[in-house]
């Protein structure tokens, strides 16, 4: 079977990289076809007619010309741009976050209509939820699904008995909970508090109407950020960069609405 | 991709300039090639001028202690100009940006220039541009007005909002170039986020 050599797709921009005087290589995720990189030609001139529609972060539909090495973009038109993202420097920081770990997690031409949908409903609850951090927690606890990294946190990892109700640790290594028993034949771990235990388990076992019902404060919400963030680490073997920057904003509390 | 042996042997004087000028921005082989065979060509004092060029322009091009802008006397030119409102900043990425602005001529204030902008996902963070150098400069309360002329694409625009958030508290009024449509294009082919900025930034006529 003969490729057509032009075709369309939705696709949502997760890469942006520099090319030349004025050119761009796009990465985008898409429902069919996974990760692709197309080429912009002009892109970063004022008066290039796709700019705007092959931004980070916006849901288009884009058009392609089969070339050689990399596709031609040859038409983008926006379905979504996300703008409240676009106009909010934490909403916007934590968009970069999602795909740059979409990005990170992911195979080129690898079909995942799961994690793009996944992708598409988290930009989306980040324009309109309150709970953004628990937006983000969902994000990746689903994105380690199915990217086949699962943690395990309903029985201990080890031996396999069920937790008993106290203070259990996280082992990146192990890939979920392990009993203090167990614990002490894993030279790395994360302490985790029976809340941070409970809600993990909501986050990862329902749907998001559910886990948005969940109240968590400051301190359990960074013991969850802590933890999650060291498996993404530990998997990926390298920081996830856009993190330290939600980092930095977290710790000069600037995350609030511009203007306000 | 031809597997052909160079023509020219890489080590010897006019190979080494065609590799020298291929590693420069938009200079492909080719092109490196009809640069290095014009030189060869041309008068000795041409050649000389261009080495000597090229040597003064790490020697004597520094920053500007002020603006950052690249400079070869400290201050720079527009920073020393007392004909200039020293009550507006304009903040700018880079300083090809000021030579932008100052074309049009329209804007008599400083520029600062950040040598960069925010990029979470390329991990340039705050320390990497110069927020420092900006900051202490407003501190000594004469800056009126910060005008801010990032990019607008997204590591601009997270800059700018960077930038609003922390010199707002100082009591310094913030402005952002105005975002709408550029002149000489087309509606139709205009994106949503441009469109509803320029609505609302829409102007009595």
């Keep these: 079977m003969s490729d057509p050599r032009e075709y369309q797709t939705e696709a949502v921009v997760i890469k942006k990289t520099k090319l030349g005087e004025a050119d761009s290589i796009l990465t985008f995720f898409t429902p069919r076809l996974g990760k692709i990189q197309g080429f912009a030609k002009s892109l970063r001139k004022p008066k290039s007619k796709m700019a705007g529609h092959l931004e980070l972060l916006t849901h288009s539909t884009v058009s392609f010309s089969r070339g050689r090495n990399l596709d031609t973009i040859t038409g983008a038109q926006t379905i979504d741009a996300f703008i409240p993202l676009k106009n909010d420097l934490w909403l916007m920081s934590c968009g970069l976050y999602i795909i740059e770990l979409v990005h990170q997690f992911t195979a080129e031409h690898q079909e995942n209509y799961g994690l793009f949908q996944l992708m598409l409903e988290t930009l989306t609850r980040l324009c309109q939820a309150e709970n953004k951090e628990l937006v983000l927690r969902y994000f990746e606890l689903h994105l380690l699904e199915s990217a086949g990294y699962r943690p395990q946190l309903r029985q201990c990892v080890a031996c396999h008995k069920a937790l008993e109700q106290t203070t259990n640790y996280f082992s990146p290594a192990a890939g979920g909970i392990l009993c203090p028993d167990c614990n002490l034949n894993h030279p790395f771990s994360y302490p985790l508090s029976l809340n941070a235990q409970k809600v993990l388990r909501v986050l990862q076992n329902d749907d998001y109407s559910a886990a948005d019902r969940v109240k968590i404060d400051a301190v359990l919400g960074r013991e969850m950020e802590n933890v999650i963030g060291g498996y993404l680490k530990y998997l990926l073997e390298k920081e996830v960069k856009s993190a330290a920057w939600l980092d930095t904003l977290r710790e000069q509390r600037l995350q609030f609405k511009r203007n306000a | 991709m031809s597997k052909q042996e160079p023509a020219i042997p890489a080590n010897d004087a006019i190979g080494r300039l065609v590799q020298e000028f291929s590693k420069l921005p938009g200079i492909g082989p080719k092109s490196a090639q009809r640069i290095t065979f014009h030189l060869l060509r041309s008068p000795e004092e041409k050649a000389k001028d261009l080495a000597e060029a090229l040597i003064s322009l790490k020697q004597r091009v520094n920053l500007c202690s002020i603006c950052c802008n690249v400079t070869e006397t400290d201050p720079c030119p527009i920073c020393r100009n007392s004909q200039r409102d020293s009550a507006m900043v304009c903040i700018v990425e880079q300083p090809q940006d000021i030579l932008a602005l100052e074309h049009t001529g329209v ?69 952002r170039l105005a975002r709408g449509l550029p002149f000489g294009t087309e509606l139709e082919y205009a994106d949503d986020v441009t469109l509803t900025r320029a609505l609302e930034g829409r102007q009595e006529y």
């Design chain 2, 107 to 175: 804007y008599k204030g400083l520029y600062h220039v950040l040598h960069g902008a925010i990029s979470p996902t390329e991990g340039v963070g705050v320390d990497d541009i110069r927020t420092r150098e900006l900051l202490a400069r407003l501190e000594n309360n004469t800056v009126k007005e910060v005008i801010l002329a990032t990019n607008t694409n997204m590591e601009g625009e997270q800059t700018a909002m960077y930038l609003s958030r922390i010199v707002t508290p100082l009591g310094i009024k913030v402005t």
